[in-house]
């Protein structure tokens, strides 16, 4: 390897050397017909330009076109393809090839003493290991992961009853909302149905009085009417009286603005005024 690059490297400095004089010569010929120092110069350089390129171009069509074909010649001649294999097979390549086979042979040899090795020490431990476990009596075994992981029973019944418990929830929920919006649909508009609904929603879901903005009804409706509303969703709700008159009264300020909270407590299951809400028991 250092031989070719050594030879590469001669190569191109005669090559270098023939273009610098070739340069100086034009430079001095130029001089000679009486051109300018500058002049003389410029044509050296422009003259050593050409010439690399030249002499770069001929390498290129060397290696591709003239190489190609004198050795496709000279393959027909016998003593030429015997001097191509004694190169491709020289002595240091040989001794790489010895060295590689004699060490995968080596570590072969070695993987097959280690296995053997192996499978006869790990014989008596199977055998020594089936024995234990033969001797083991069944009850001490060990539960498997998933018998661990089964729920017992009571948490089966306990999730059972909590999913029930929170379906007849909703549904609860759900009657209160569909009267709501069955009841009042005639006497308010969709934004403030909608608001009042989220309302009665949360008073439901929240043990403390939610924040309300307060709704107005329409003048059809009374205070008596406004009550008995109150007191069909408290009921259905299982909330207190006074809870629920607290409620309504904020809800329905502009309507229950001159009765007070303990008067709507009393009066909210009162049937003996005219009203078009009537005390529904089926709500709850």
């Given amino acids: 390897m250092e031989q070719r690059k050594i030879e590469h490297i001669t190569l191109h400095l005669m090559v270098f050397s023939t273009i610098v004089v070739i340069g100086v010569l034009a430079r001095q010929t130029a001089l000679h017909y009486g051109w300018d120092e500058f002049s003389s110069y410029l044509i050296l350089v422009v003259c050593s330009i050409v010439m690399g390129a030249i002499y770069l171009n001929l390498q290129m069509a060397s290696n591709q076109i003239l190489s190609p074909a004198i050795e496709k010649c000279f393959l027909k001649f016998e003593c030429y393809r015997s001097k191509i294999v004694v190169v491709e097979g020289c002595p240091e390549a040989i001794e ?4 590689v086979e004699s060490i995968a042979s080596e570590s072969m040899i070695e993987v097959e003493t280690t296995s053997d090795t192996s499978e006869e020490v790990s014989t008596p431990m199977h055998s020594e290991t089936d024995e234990g476990e033969a001797n083991l009596p069944k009850e001490d075994a060990t539960p498997s992961v998933e018998e ?112 007070e909270i303990s008067t709507i407590e009393r009066k909210m299951s009162h049937t003996e005024s005219e009203c078009k809400i009537k005390l529904d028991k089926n709500v709850a």
């Fill in 96 to 99: 790489e090839v010895v060295d």
């Fill in 148 to 259: 661990t992981n089964q729920p017992s029973e009571y948490e089966v019944l306990r999730a059972n009853a909590m999913a029930e418990k929170e379906r007849a929830s909703q549904e609860r929920l759900d009657r209160v909302i569909t009267y709501t919006k069955r009841t009042l649909v005639p006497y308010l508009d969709e934004e403030s149905l909608h608001h009042l609904c989220g309302y009665v929603t949360e008073y439901y879901l929240s043990d403390s009085l939610p924040k309300v903005e307060s709704i107005k009804l329409s003048s059809q409706l009374k205070t008596i009417d406004a009550m008995h509303f109150g007191w069909n969703i408290g009921k259905a709700f299982g909330k207190p009286r006074l809870q629920t008159a607290t409620f309504i009264k904020r809800v329905f300020a502009h309507t229950l603005r001159d009765v």
